[in-house]
């Protein structure tokens, strides 16, 4: 008789350690096949041999649980499928095994294709099976309303929503075989977006100035020094057991540097949008086919997410507002060429006046982060003065503050003093 290898794992979990055989053979090249030879061994069986229908590129495990298995001295062999369990007594005594020669279709569909004239016979005394499993979803009933394709809940890849509303999924049941740091990151996904579905029936609807602001976004420099993985220590083969770790862990200097080296890299990237940062400074609107939201809003993004917009939600109509009386506009934009080109920098301004005094301003920095960022500080500064070559010169050195470059784009500080500086001036104009 064969045994579920997923079974024998959860029974070693609850304390069942029994001996399975002295001669194990595992079907399945997963890094689950993996875990059930390597703990066979530990359990005390003699002889482990892993066989699956993928050749040897083809194993889905996680090449690290290979090369354990093979320092564990598990015999692998790759491009075999089992023809029919060999029995005598009652007793398991072996399997045969037929030649795999390819395993997925020219559609990359399942399809195993086998050389029936090339056959191969192991002995063994117990046959774990350890192939791969998917979720039972027939549960679900023919009327079920939640969307399923192939076999699998269908969810939103961003969000983990499934079609109907306020219902999540995650894990193997939306993705298939899966490793379980993608089963937690697909959880963190869901929760984030259950927390937002949870607090939406308010914010939306409701007009706000957005939060895409703020200081200026920063980034840790120290990943980009050229670093080498820290290497997680183990115990040697001969000192594993099954009541202790392999791996020894990190200590906590390693755990920093290891952040350290890829903490916020994703800030490297930015918009470069002429036509985000100008609707931005002219506080406009944009209508959806589902709510209206200000711009500043609008090219921000969720956690998660690079978008605040449904999957089936479209934009229909762009807002802009009225001059205000005594209000001077400005786009600044430099470029490498004078032509239709991605900014290096851009600054889109309004300032309005009252009397020889600046009674509102709202400064928008392009080109300079993900998003456009509002330069806050530099607006507040600007308010309630009279317009002057200090004035802007001061202003553009608050809208820099505490900008941390690129070592290579440095430059793009200066510039983007330089462009608000002049932004200012013209408003004097």
């Not at 996904?189 to 895409?212: C, T």
């Not at 510039?415 to 004097?428: E, F, G, P, Q, S």
Request: proline share 6%.
């Amino acid at each position: 008789m064969t045994k579920s290898g997923l079974e024998f794992l959860t029974n070693v979990k609850l304390g069942v350690k029994e001996v399975p055989g002295r001669r194990v053979l595992v079907i399945g090249g997963g890094s689950v096949a993996v875990d059930v030879g390597i703990t066979a061994l530990r359990l005390g069986a003699e002889e482990v041999t892993l066989a699956c229908l993928e050749c040897r590129e083809e194993m889905p495990a996680f090449e690290e649980d290979i090369e354990h298995a093979v320092a564990h001295g598990i015999e692998l062999m790759p491009s075999w499928g089992p023809i029919k369990v060999l029995e005598a007594e009652g007793k398991v005594t072996g399997i045969e095994l037929v030649r795999c020669t390819s395993v997925f279709d020219e559609n990359a569909c399942f399809a195993p294709t086998f050389d029936a004239g090339v056959t191969e016979t192991v002995q063994a005394d117990q046959i774990m099976m350890a192939v791969g499993q998917r979720a039972d979803l027939s549960l679900l009933g023919s009327e079920s309303p939640l969307q399923v394709d192939a076999g699998l809940i269908a969810v939103d890849p961003d969000t983990q929503q499934t079609n109907l509303p306020g219902l999540f999924a995650g894990g193997d049941g939306t993705s298939g075989p899966d490793s379980v740091v993608a089963a937690i990151g697909a959880g963190r996904r869901a929760a984030v977006s259950i927390d937002q579905y949870l607090r939406q029936a308010e914010a939306r609807g409701e007009e706000k100035d957005g939060d895409a602001g703020g200081p200026l976004l920063k980034f840790n420099t120290s990943y980009l020094r050229r670093t080498s993985r820290a290497e997680m220590p183990e115990l040697p083969v001969s000192e594993r057991s099954m009541d202790a770790e392999d791996a020894l862990g990190l200590s906590a200097s390693d755990v920093v540097e290891e952040a350290n080296r890829c903490f916020n890299c994703g800030c490297v990237a930015v918009s470069p949008s002429d036509l985000a940062p100008a609707l931005i400074a002219l506080d406009a609107k944009i209508k959806t086919t589902k709510r209206t939201v200000g711009a500043e809003e609008f090219f921000s993004v969720e956690p998660m997410s690079s978008a605040i917009l449904d999957p089936d939600e479209l934009v229909t109509e762009i807002q802009i507002p009225a001059p205000k009386p005594a209000s001077k506009q400005v786009f600044l934009k430099y470029r490498l060429r004078n032509a239709i080109d991605f900014p290096i920098v851009a600054v889109a301004s309004v300032i309005s006046m009252q009397g020889e005094k600046v009674s509102q301003a709202r400064i928008v920095l392009g080109a300079v982060a993900p998003i456009p960022l509002r330069a806050r500080e530099a607006e507040e500064f600007v308010k309630g003065r009279e317009l002057s070559e200090e004035v802007a010169e001061a202003t553009g050195d608050i809208a820099v503050r505490g900008a941390n470059p690129l070592p290579n784009n440095r430059y793009k500080v200066q510039v983007t003093r330089a462009l608000v500086k002049r932004a200012i001036l013209h408003a004097c104009q």
